[in-house]
T-cell receptor, first 114, second 114 residues
């Protein structure tokens, strides 16, 4: 299995509080991604990174920010959590740049915003 | 723009029966196509992928899929279902447009009856 961990695995928080989720990889892969998974929507890309300090927005980026100061870590921050951000969040990594290689997924973080 | 449609959010088959999960895609450029499987409380794992070459691709656990450009389809099949195949399956399309982007379908949950 690809070495990807996510922390925390479960979190309950209140509306309006900031939340940071961490993704850590030991594969030295260049690309890292944050997705959210909701019933009926599959996985939707929030943000991705193509290198240290290089990030870009995905299709559902409003209310989220990311940072990548080291190759192995990719942080997702909910600046002020809302109930609509209750979801399961997955981190993924991939090796490729210009070729769409497969993505390897972490175990997920279940976030509940009350 | 790219899109993926999975026909049927739930599919139920008997153990030993044929599994057929349908996926249609839309892409303005040649796509790379994937099927991922997700077991309960886990991240996604790659089942198989089509990049170039042979249009019939074989994956893990006896699954295979055929890329049909004329039908814009990439249906997943397995000749004989096993109880352990019960999971959620996601079709995904990845294209290169200056960087690459992966779009996931909404998912199909497969139930296998004894």
């Amino acid at each position: 299995d690809a070495g990807i961990t996510q922390s925390p695995r479960h979190k309950v928080t209140e509306t309006g509080t900031p939340v940071t989720l961490r993704c850590h990889q030991t594969e030295n892969h260049r690309y890292m991604y944050w997705y959210r998974q909701d019933p009926g929507h599959g996985l939707r890309l929030i943000h991705y990174s193509y290198g240290v300090k290089d990030t870009d927005k995905g299709e559902v980026s409003d209310g989220y920010s990311v940072s990548r100061s080291k190759t192995e870590d990719f942080l997702l921050t909910l600046e002020s959590a809302t109930s609509s951000q209750t979801s399961v969040y997955f981190c993924a990594i991939s090796e490729a740049g210009t070729s769409p290689y497969e993505q390897f997924f972490g175990p997920g973080t279940r976030l509940t915003v009350l | 723009a790219q899109s993926v449609t999975q026909l049927g959010s739930h599919v139920s088959v008997s153990e030993g029966a044929l599994v057929l999960l349908r996926c249609n895609y839309s892409s303005s450029v040649p796509p790379y196509l994937f099927w991922y499987v997700q077991y309960p409380n886990q991240g996604l794992q790659l089942l198989l992928k089509y990049t170039t070459g042979a249009t019939l691709v074989k994956g893990i656990n006896g699954f295979e899929a055929e890329f049909k450009k004329s039908e814009t389809s990439f249906h997943l099949t397995k000749p004989s279902a096993h109880m352990s195949d019960a999971a959620e399956y996601f079709c995904a399309v990845s294209v290169y447009t200056g960087g690459f982007k992966t779009i996931f379908g909404a998912g199909t949950r497969l139930f296998v009856k004894a």
